[in-house]
């Protein structure tokens, strides 16, 4: 029987800077797809098409406690790629001890800052949601999911999942 790896502990780094002790958690972003359903002539079920990734894109969303000045200064970055942040977390099972490292690295710009409320002498926070153009995850230095959505880029496990579109396209 084995236990799951189970985050330790975490930081975020915003343009290189570290986060460490303010930010209070981050929600990776899921990796999701369209699809939609087809069912032609001779088919007894619908079998869904995949037709890239959904409308929402990707999103990353963290918390930091108190004002964070730097994310309100990128606020309204003009390029889909302004802001790196890069997630980096310790993930340990219990059963044997193994530390993974688990790095994700995004590049986009912030789409909305939540204030959070304000009261004084109670805790404060802001709430950030970044939009990704750019997404990369890695465990113990291995990528394993790579996405430039500008680039046209999408590796999976090695596997360049766009390589022939791109080459029938001449791109």
Known sequence: MAMPRKLKNMNLFNEGTSYLGVCKSCTLPPLSRKMEGYRGGGMNGPVKADLGFS??????????????????????AVKADGVMLRFAGSFQQDDT??????????????????????????????????TCSYYKLAVDGEVLVEIDLLNFIEIIDGKDMLAEQRKALGI
Do not use: C, N, Y
């Open 55 to 76: 409308d929402d894109g990707i999103q990353f969303e963290w918390k930091t406690g108190g004002l964070d000045l730097l994310a309100l200064r990128q606020f309204g």
């Open 97 to 130: 001890g193994t530390v993974s490292a688990v790095e994700v690295v995004v590049r986009g710009r912030h789409e909305t800052i939540e204030m959070g409320e304000a009261t004084p002498g109670e805790d404060t926070e802001h709430s950030i949601t970044t």
